[in-house]
């Protein structure tokens, strides 16, 4: 069973960036679709982005219009996710996930997912 565990998180202010990561403990990490949710208090869990296990087709959440980058690298097991032009309603706490199923993951449907990390808090002032 896969180990995913996130990092980066933290306080920035607004229109700052962050770059989370994500390191899987699996090494069939790279048969694995990978996604980024979020989770802000009193609030559904939210697709943020998806990426396939090549990396060669990737999906965003709505709201992400352009300020996010998803991005993996096989060979170290880690996802990332770099952040940038941040808001103060980007504040949430940040999974990872991963799942064997290529075309679930892509849907951005998080029942699709296996296997989640423990989430990394982001806060963004103003």
């Known amino acids: 069973q896969a180990q995913l565990v996130e990092s980066g998180g933290g306080l920035v202010q607004a229109g700052g960036s962050l770059r989370l990561s994500c390191a899987a403990s699996?090494?069939?990490?790279?048969?694995?679709?990978m996604g980024w949710f979020r989770q802000a208090p009193g609030k559904e869990r939210e697709f943020v982005a998806a990426i396939s296990r090549t990396g060669a087709v990737i999906n965003y959440g709505d709201f992400v219009k352009g300020r996010f980058t998803i991005s993996r690298d096989n060979a170290n097991n880690t996802m990332y996710l770099q952040m940038n032009s941040l808001k103060p309603e980007d504040t949430a706490v940040y999974y990872c996930?991963?799942?064997?199923?290529?075309?679930?993951?892509?849907?951005?449907?998080?029942?699709?997912?296996?296997?989640w990390g423990q989430g990394t808090q982001v806060t963004v002032s103003s």
């Open positions: 699996e090494r069939a990490f790279s048969s694995y679709a």
């Open positions: 996930a991963g799942t064997p199923n290529h075309l679930g993951a892509l849907s951005g449907t998080s029942r699709y997912y296996d296997y």
